[in-house]
């Protein structure tokens, strides 16, 4: 009868081994080729030719461009900031109003 429940041990425990290797399996999890690709979503390419093409491209913009993009970002950071100030001072003056 003890021989019967020592292998049924040794199962259980061989069982609980390979569910806790499956759970740490970590390739699996980060294997993320297949569900981008069903997401149609592929990686970024790892070709060094393609970002030194990039850089060539680029240039360094000029004091008016760099101005220009400067404003534009203030501006836009400005009223993100003045929208969430307004939601802010809405959510918390409401409720003391009723």
């Known amino acids: 009868m ?10 259980s425990s061989l069982k609980t081994k390979f569910d806790l290797k499956n759970k740490l399996d970590l390739k ?18 790892t070709n060094v030719n393609e970002y030194i093409r990039v850089l060539k ?6 004091r008016e461009e760099f101005t220009m993009i ?6 836009g950071i400005g ?3 003045t929208l969430g100030f307004v939601i802010y001072a809405l959510l918390t ?3 003391k109003a009723f």
């Not at 003890?2 to 199962?11: F, I, M, Q």
């Not at 699996?28 to 390419?45: A, H, N, Y």
């Open 70 to 75: 400067a404003k534009v970002s203030m501006a």
């Open 28 to 45: 699996g999890k980060l294997d993320l080729d297949d569900r981008m690709e069903d997401l149609g979503v592929s990686m970024p390419s």
């Open 2 to 11: 003890s021989e019967g429940t020592n292998e049924a041990e040794k199962k």
């Open 93 to 95: 003056e409401l409720p």
């Open 79 to 81: 009223l993100i900031g």
């Open 57 to 62: 491209l680029a240039r360094k913009p000029s």
